[in-house]
């Protein structure tokens, strides 16, 4: 059954509006999804009919709102194919995932000597909570160049492990260029050296189906804001063995078995790393969203997606002064244009409802091993997106070429 882009675009009401006088064309989606109205009827349903917090009180609407709220844990676990919910932690996020596996497992077992393996096209996320681990603890950051293609140069990855490599840390998916990782294959080169594994799949989610047994990662950590899902809510998946060794990194209610003026106890798996009231309205509506991805066919989604970057990929190499950087898989295309800021092609655009993003996408040092200085621009795509949206990107960028 072929897709009905038209009517899947009606689920995200955000999408039918016009901006400057244009209908908006939404190529932002690395920076944020939007949301489909199940997500937004979920967030009403729990405030409108639901609203108490979670695991405390003995009444009807905390019990109905701690089963939700659990009942999301569990779709995530399904989601991702982790063995057990508890497995999942709510953080708000992928940045607060990592700064708390890099605050309790990175300041708690790292020494001086010790390595730390990134890439050379990590997310500022997946690199400032290490450099604080390694300035506290003396432990040393490596980093994976890239090749002339602007993709992971595999060779030296290779010579950088050894002994010393005691934790890797890399995205899944580029959020600057595009680039789908072979994390597979770092992961396996990671255990062959005993590294404790950390995968950032806040731009995979969105786009892959990610098994997190399959791909026998320690870590994995994602935003729900970036697979249709609301802001504040995201994930960190661990090793049950790992997350039981770790001690707290927040401490305070919720996540205590007792608690007297001389000891505390700390709760067990997840609870132990969720001090204080959650964003139980997040988690719901992440639920909301695996829902609503779960019930569509996302081999069918990914090959629409597959299609609209072979438009805008081919479209782009038609523009003489456009330059596409790397090359581009999943979800994301950086382009810059001769001699024109990224930022005054954006501006442009934005006059004609075309959303895009410019600059180093919070991943300076990739832009400095590129030599972009000015950063790019990045268009990137949903599933909702639809053929239209290249062509009015295409059109919009002739017109500014124009203009400049
Ligand atoms: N890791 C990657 C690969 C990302 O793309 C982002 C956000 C993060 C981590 C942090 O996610 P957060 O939800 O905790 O902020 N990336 C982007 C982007 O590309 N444009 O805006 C945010």
Same mark, same amino acid.
């Given at each position: 059954m072929p897709l009905d882009i038209d009517k899947l675009r009606l689920d995200f009401p955000i999408l039918a509006q016009t901006v400057?006088?244009?209908?908006?064309?939404?190529?932002?989606?690395?920076?944020? @999804?939007?949301?489909?109205?199940?997500?937004l009827d979920a967030l009403n349903h729990y405030y409108q009919g639901q609203n108490a917090n979670v695991h405390r009180?003995?009444?009807?609407?905390?019990?109905?709102?701690?089963?939700?709220?659990?009942?999301?844990?569990?779709?995530?676990?399904?989601?991702?194919?982790?063995?057990?919910?508890?497995?999942?932690?709510?953080?708000?996020?992928?940045?607060?995932?990592?700064?708390?596996?890099?605050l309790s497992f990175g300041m708690q077992k790292l020494k001086a000597g010790d390595e730390i393996l990134l890439s050379a096209m990590e997310h500022h996320a997946n690199i400032v909570p290490w450099q604080q681990v390694a300035a506290a603890t003396g432990a040393v950051i490596k980093v994976i160049p890239l090749t002339d293609n602007a993709e992971l140069d595999m060779t030296a990855a290779a010579n950088l492990f050894s002994s010393r490599t005691k934790l890797l840390a890399i995205s899944h998916v580029s959020n600057a260029l595009g680039v789908l990782n072979p994390v597979q294959t770092l992961i396996a080169m990671a255990k062959a050296v005993g590294a404790v594994t950390l995968i950032d799949g806040a731009q995979a989610v969105g786009h892959l189906s990610v098994d997190v047994q399959a791909l026998d990662c320690d870590f994995y950590v994602f935003s729900g804001h970036k697979m249709f899902g609301p802001t504040g809510i995201g994930v960190l998946y661990g090793k049950r063995a790992l997350l039981e060794a770790?001690?707290?990194?927040?401490?305070?209610?919720?996540?205590?078995?007792?608690?007297?003026?001389?000891?505390?106890?700390?709760?067990? =798996?997840?609870?132990?790393?969720?001090?204080?009231?959650?964003?139980?309205?997040?988690?719901?509506?992440?639920?909301?969203?695996?829902?609503y991805l779960s019930a569509l066919d996302r081999c069918a989604l990914a090959a629409h997606?597959?299609?609209?970057?072979l438009q805008l990929l081919a479209g782009l190499s038609a523009l003489p002064e456009v330059r596409i950087i790397g090359r581009p898989t999943a979800g994301a295309v950086s382009f810059i244009i001769d001699d024109v800021h990224p930022q005054d092609v954006a @501006?442009?655009?934005?006059?004609?409802?075309?959303?895009?993003?410019?600059?180093?996408?919070?991943?300076?040092?990739?832009?400095?091993a590129l030599d972009l200085q000015q950063g790019t621009?990045?268009?990137?795509?949903?599933?909702?997106?639809?053929?239209?949206?290249?062509?009015?990107?295409?059109?919009? =960028?002739?017109k500014s070429r124009e203009f400049f």
């Open positions: 400057n006088g244009q209908p908006l064309v939404y190529l932002d989606n690395a920076a944020t @999804t939007q949301k489909p109205q199940a997500v009180a003995a009444h009807a609407l905390s019990g109905q709102a701690t089963q939700a709220f659990e009942a999301a844990r569990a779709k995530v676990a399904d989601f991702i194919h982790a063995p057990d919910a508890r497995q999942v932690i709510w953080t708000r996020g992928a940045t607060e995932a990592i700064n708390l596996v890099a770790m001690p707290p990194w927040q401490t305070g209610g919720e996540m205590i078995k007792y608690v007297s003026f001389e000891h505390t106890r700390f709760g067990e =798996l997840p609870f132990k790393f969720e001090a204080g009231t959650p964003n139980i309205a997040g988690a719901i509506g992440l639920g909301a969203a695996i829902d997606e597959h299609q609209l970057m @501006t442009l655009l934005d006059m004609q409802g075309i959303a895009v993003r410019t600059g180093h996408h919070c991943a300076m040092p990739l832009m400095q621009l990045r268009a990137s795509i949903a599933f909702y997106n639809h053929a239209q949206d290249i062509d009015a990107l295409l059109l919009g =960028l002739k």
